[in-house]
């Protein structure tokens, strides 16, 4: 175990040089820049008050494994144990299981699924089954981490768009396409600090990861409150959601959050 919390242990490190700016955190920008997962998931809390009243309060869940992505993120960047590199990825990837648990749609099941009671639930549990075995698998084998989040990638984004065919909103559809360019701006930015390091660190700016940081957490939960949305317009068909923005509704610039009423209660 001692290895594990060896600082220096992971076999991964970012494009960011070591202990350049502090000499107690190795990868100053990329620990610093997991603050959003920090600071905006208790906000977002806040925000969702009315949904967890009407819907449950799962998707607190949600927020709070955010919040231990950023910690398990800034914990593995300022340190480079492999400790932390499984943190890190463990918990990426039981906030998408936890998604995936909560919302995963009726219209996307297995045909023989339809068919069982309660089978929308009883096949939701397969993902958390499957984020124990990844769990375990991946103390044993941490690359293991690294595939199984590359692979959830693309089902996620496939399930975004088929939720979309059928919607109007265009405010849905608008924070939808803006979740979907900043994904695609975090990974851009990913592959460039994993792959092209020494022409960024030549124009001096070794930093990119610490861009996907703010970039696929802005991504990640504009996508939480989409899937969120369609949980309840798609199947809790006595409430009626709305997306919002905070701190003005009037334009959509801001936190956007999803507002749940009961459909026999009048708009606010």
Known sequence: MSFYLTPGSSPIDWCEDNYTISPQIAEFVN??????FIVMPPLLMHLHTSYATHCGKGIHIIWVLLMTVGVSSA???????LLGQLLDELAILWVIMACYWLW??????????????????KFSNIFIAFAFL?????????????????????PSLALLVLQLKSETSPRIINLARRSVGLWGFAI???????????YWSSLGFPYLHGVWHVAIFLASYTAIVIFAYFDVKNHKLDKHPTLRYFPMDRFEFGVPYVFV????????
């Open 261 to 268: 009423r009961n459909r026999s209660e009048r708009s606010p």
């Open 134 to 154: 990844t769990t375990f698998l991946g103390f044993l084998q941490p690359v293991v981490n690294a595939f199984c989040l590359l692979l959830l990638s693309i």
């Open 188 to 198: 851009t930015a990913w592959v460039n600090d994993r792959f092209f390091c020494p």
């Open 75 to 81: 914990y593995f960047h300022a340190t480079l144990s």
């Open 31 to 36: 620990t610093i820049s997991n603050i959003l």
């Open 104 to 121: 995963y749609p009726q219209a996307a099941l297995p045909s023989h699924w339809h068919n069982l009671p309660n089978g929308r639930r």
